[in-house]
């Protein structure tokens, strides 16, 4: 199982970036699908999470309206969408695999924990200049 992010670089507040994560070693089928995002000096937070099965999303208060995640189980990739980008949201990005169907349950309103996935990146750095 592997997971490569990409996509990261340097971009200005307010403007737009598209994080990918490559899936290989396994098809994406009903698995969840985690972004989580790590600033210098804080601890790791989630960002969003998809079921590839049904698409269900969910998005951590910070950047709800702002990013959007999406599949494309054809090719075995989830996107993060990042829109309107603020200078808060430059970290490192990861993505993660949980296999375990208890990572999807009440998706819709609960963002799994890190603790609930099995195999994870080895992030991408997004910077937001002011």
């Known amino acids: 199982v592997q997971l490569v992010e990409s996509g990261g670089g340097l971009v200005q507040a307010g403007g737009s970036l598209r994080l990918s994560c490559a899936a290989s070693?396994?098809?994406?089928?009903?698995?969840?699908i985690g972004w989580f995002r790590q600033a210098p000096g804080k601890e790791r937070e989630g960002v969003s999470c998809?079921?590839?099965?049904?698409?269900?999303?969910i998005y951590a208060d910070s950047v709800k309206g702002r990013f959007t995640v999406s599949s494309d189980n054809a090719k075995n990739m989830v996107y993060l969408q990042m829109n309107n980008v603020k200078p808060e949201d430059t970290a490192v990005y990861y993505c993660?695999?949980?296999?375990?169907?208890?990572?999807?349950?009440?998706?819709?309103?609960?963002?799994?924990?890190?603790?609930?996935?099995?195999?994870w990146g080895k992030g991408t750095l997004v910077t937001v200049s002011s």
């Open positions: 070693g396994f098809t994406l089928g009903d698995y969840a």
């Open positions: 998809i079921g590839t099965s049904d698409g269900t999303t």
């Open positions: 993660a695999v949980g296999f375990e169907a208890e990572v999807l349950r009440d998706l819709n309103v609960r963002l799994p924990d890190a603790t609930e996935y099995d195999y």
